[in-house]
């Protein structure tokens, strides 16, 4: 009888051998969780009932012409467009961005394993798939979780390409930077990146001529496809002034304004907010932009043949190149005041950068064993995950469907037939998709300050996207304008829902003016109430 010690190491090796190979899988699956959650759970915000409305039109020529008249290229709208032939709930409407949100983390995992070695990829991983920005980016119907799937897409089909030296995978990369730029406008920058990228990794280019001859092909069809939607989409945006519109409101503090900040200071502190805002907490973010900087420092003093490298793989002043290099365009185009940049979802073309300089920098400058450094990285997105600071626009309590069901349910109950109901562009467009079952709100231009809409028993008028949210400012207006347009036996009902911002405890005072001192409430995110109608009271005195 032999000893039994071999065959309990090799027992040891194989469940260790699972275990390093399943831990992937794993935290992918934990992403794909988070990511389903919240896209289970939440009722639809503005902007994603916004893009459901865009898409819900009678044909796709429609629902191109209406893609047109939001800020972003139209691939998402034409994807949804055929995806709600199938469904209209608010989970399956979010299951292409959760897919997407998902593949791009394991497509990241894999370009890291590739470049950088298993450590470096399984951190990766961790915050690609754990990172609260990208959890909630991906559990809503917007561009970012496709866009970053094409991102992913590129860097790993690239790096691929130029590995095995296939022209067929070029071909794909090519499609997904002309999917990134059909989904985004920032993957502008992201495309001039990889291109200067590639540009140095295909050198010496006559050494491969075919995969040279096939990127460059692929580089001509995207700047074309570019160009088209500069010249014909852009300008319509900007006559619009929907673009200055948003620079000048809430995007305001993440857009240079030239003689308002030093833009050092101004480029600095937005980069720290860029950080802060993928990991949804101010200390992490801090820390992870130090790691970022240390990888970027780690990568230009490494020799050539550093760890990770492979014969056909990056240098690591090429990688170093490659994480840097979107600042820097980005820092660019903002000081020009063409884009923001900052705490604002907007910068999240910058997330797989962020994600693989912080994992270099974790891996190659923190001495620790590499099993400690994902433990205290996974506990690390835990507190920014139960403890995000700052919370975000809609805290989940006040999004939880339950809230929006209860609320159409008290409508139906208690706002009696022959009713109208005032609402601002955002609470419209919940309107038309929670109790009417079609949009309420105007689409094309031009638009009216403010429009009539049937919903089954009673009537909607919204505002125009101009005024998208009720203050104190505009709000005695539209109730004026909207009793002058009624006939005296019809009820006027207040329906506020949204991203109910400061203004709100103003707004409430308003709402005393007008009868209703304590409004029916569910969540903090969600108000009705009857208003007294100052033409009636005013007919009654008489």
Known sequence: MGSPLPSIQTSESRSACWFETSLPVLILILGLLARLHPAFRLFLNPDEALHNLLASQTSLRLAYNAALTNAHPPLLILLLYYWRAMGHSELWLRLPSVLAGTTAAWLL???????????TALMGLLLASLAPSLVGIAAEIRQYALLLFFIAACLYLSEMALQKNSPGRMILFSVSLCGAILTHYSALMFAFTIGVYLLIRLYPYRDRLSLVATWAGGQVVAAALAAYFLLTHLPRLRQSGMVRADLDSYLRKATFHAGERNPVEFLASQTLRVFTYTLSHGLIGTLALLAFLAGIFWLLRAKE???????????????ALLLGLPFLVTWGVTLAGLYPLGATRHSSFLAPFIVAGVS????????????????????????CTFFPAPPPAIRARNQSAAHMRDA???????????????????????????????????IFPPQQPLAPADCGPYSIVATSFRDWRFVPDNFSGYVASADRGLSSDRDLWLFYAGWINDSTPLLRQDLSRFGCPAPQSFGENILICRLSRPRAALTKQE
């Open 305 to 319: 043949s550093g760890p990770g490298k492979t014969p056909t793989g990056p240098s690591p002043r090429q990688l």
């Open 408 to 442: 159409v349910a008290y409508v139906r109950a208690s706002v009696p037939t022959h009713s109208t109901i005032l609402a601002d562009y955002e609470s419209g467009l919940l309107l038309g998709y929670y109790l009417c079952g079609h949009g309420v709100v105007q």
């Open 360 to 383: 270099v920098g974790l891996a190659g400058c923190v001495p620790v064993r590499e099993s400690i450094k994902s433990v205290v990285l996974a506990l690390c997105l835990g507190v």
């Open 109 to 119: 995992y894999r370009w890291l394993k590739v470049i950088a070695g298993r450590a």
